[in-house]
T-cell receptor
Framework: GEDVEQSLFLSVREGDSSVINCTYTDSSSTYLYWYKQEPGAGLQLLTYIFSNMDMKQDQRLTVLLNKKDKHLSLRIADTQTGDSAIYFCAEAPGSGGYQKVTFGTGTKLQVIP | GAVVSQHPSRVICKSGTSVKIECRSLDFQATTMFWYRQFPKQSLMLMAT?????????EQGVEKDKFLINHASLTLSTLTVTSAHPEDSSFYIC????????????FGEGSRLTVL
């Protein structure tokens, strides 16, 4: 089946940039997402990118997609303490609906003041 | 944006009892909702797809008699954990897609179940 992998933990200092990486295996992935989960809460969609895009920028967030290497990254500029959370990447094929969304293992981002 | 609400956010029950968790779409209609289970420090595992007006679709390995799902209206899906045991303790999350919003799932706040 599909597999989405992330490193488990990332620690950065406040004000620095954070880069969270993700690799996936399904070559039919059409949608690639980044979700944020704060402690004890559900997931919040941060941004998503279509597989025909290389980059998407939204304020402090920049998503880079290397489709050849099946590598997705999320860069958070000027990281703040409020960015501390678990970040999940996820992918979904073009068909099959939302139930086919596969989530990564999550990266816990710790921001040091 | 669209809002999905779960209730209760936290529940503690005795082994052998049944617990119902509600998932509501507050400002949109959801013909489909998804139920996930999340273990500590792990990703979300899709348990089942809840379909309004029809039977839920369960993922492989999920006991349908153990986890009863009812989607009685376009804004409400319920997950009932029957005869709960300590191994059922987990964080349960629901989500719903909003029609017309490409690629976006809206998640509830999650429900922490602890079975003693």
């Amino acid at each position: 089946g599909e597999d989405v992998e992330q490193s488990l933990f990332l620690s950065v200092r406040e004000g620095d940039s954070s880069v969270i990486n993700c690799t996936y295996t399904d070559s039919s992935s059409t949608y690639l997402y980044w979700y944020k989960q704060e402690p004890g809460a559900g997931l919040q969609l941060l941004t998503y990118i279509f597989s025909n895009m290389d980059m998407k920028q939204d304020q402090r967030l920049t998503v880079l997609l290397n489709k050849k290497d099946k590598h997705l990254s999320l860069r958070i500029a000027d990281t703040q303490t409020g960015d501390s959370a678990i970040y999940f990447c996820a992918e979904a094929p073009g068909s099959g609906g939302y139930q086919k969304v596969t989530f990564g293992t999550g990266t816990k981002l710790q921001v040091i003041p | 944006g669209a809002v999905v609400s779960q209730h209760p956010s936290r529940v503690i029950c005795k082994s052998g009892t049944s617990v119902k968790i509600e998932c509501r779409s507050l400002d949109f209609q959801a013909t489909t909702m998804f139920w996930y289970r999340q273990f500590p420090k792990q990703s979300l595992m899709l348990m089942a797809t809840s379909n309004e007006g029809s039977k839920a679709t369960y993922e492989q390995g999920v006991e349908k008699d153990k986890f009863l799902i009812n989607h009685a209206s376009l804004t409400l899906s319920t997950l009932t954990v029957t005869s709960a045991h300590p191994e059922d303790s987990s964080f349960y999350i629901c989500s719903a897609p909003q029609r017309g919003v490409a690629g976006e799932l809206f998640f509830g706040e999650g429900s922490r179940l602890t079975v003693l």
